[in-house]
Structure formats: structure tokens, C-alpha cells
């Protein structure tokens, strides 16, 4: 199993910065993809950054510039650093990681964490 564990939400102003931090524990040598997910109020849970296993990157178009995501395989974390913030940003903010510790892959979430913008 893996366990994921969000840190780093909050409140901040328009065109502020945020940094949330992934701490995974468990089966983490099983990971092989992690990521960011959000969900604004009356909006579909929506993929905001992952790393795939072999380190490629992808970004919803709203924050290509903006944000990065990023893994340290040795510490067991994924931070998603968040500059510019703006108003839509916020919603609650979960870690993804997907494994195998069987031959069916798994999905592990967080309990999200909550960034709210204000204008």
C-alpha cells in the first residue's frame, strides 16, 4: 500500500506564490507515476501536473508557466511549486501516486489540502 500525505495549502493573494509538498510512505519503490490533481467547487477533479515513471512532465494548459512539479525519489515527496496565483486557482489540491504491488496498478490519493486565492 501506499500513503499519501499533503502539505503546504492555504490561504494567499492574487499573484502570490504556494508550495505543496507529496510525502509518500509505504510501497513507494512501486510508484511509478505521481501527480497533482484539483477540484474547485461544481468543477470535475482535473489533472494539474504529473510525473510519469520515466520523468516526463505534463501540465494543464491554465498553468504551464506558472507551476512545477517535481520528485525526490530519495526523500519519497512530490512538490508542485505555485507562482502567480491567481482567483481560479483555488480548490483542494491532491497527491496521486500509481503503483503495482500486484499485477493490477493501483491508485493511491491523499486527503487533498486547500488552497484558496483571493483577489
Known amino acids: 500500500q501506499v500513503q499519501l500525505v499533503e502539505s503546504g495549502g492555504g490561504l494567499v493573494q492574487a499573484g502570490g506564490s504556494l508550495r505543496l509538498s507529496c510525502a509518500a510512505s509505504?510501497?513507494?519503490?512501486?510508484?511509478?507515476?505521481m501527480g497533482w490533481y484539483r477540484q474547485a467547487p461544481g468543477k470535475q477533479r482535473e489533472m494539474v501536473a504529473e510525473?510519469?515513471?520515466?520523468?516526463?512532465?505534463n501540465y494543464v494548459d491554465s498553468v504551464k508557466g506558472r507551476f512545477t512539479v517535481s520528485r525526490d525519489n530519495a526523500k519519497k515527496t512530490l512538490d508542485l511549486q505555485m507562482n502567480s496565483l491567481r482567483p481560479e486557482d483555488t480548490g483542494v489540491y491532491y497527491c496521486?501516486?500509481?503503483?503495482?504491488?500486484?499485477?493490477?496498478?493501483?491508485?493511491?490519493w491523499g486527503q487533498g489540502t486547500q488552497v484558496t486565492v483571493s483577489s
Open positions: 496521486h501516486a500509481q503503483y503495482r504491488t500486484t499485477a493490477v496498478p493501483m491508485n493511491s
Open positions: 509505504g510501497s513507494t519503490g512501486n510508484i511509478y507515476a
Open positions: 510525473i510519469t515513471g520515466y520523468g516526463s512532465t
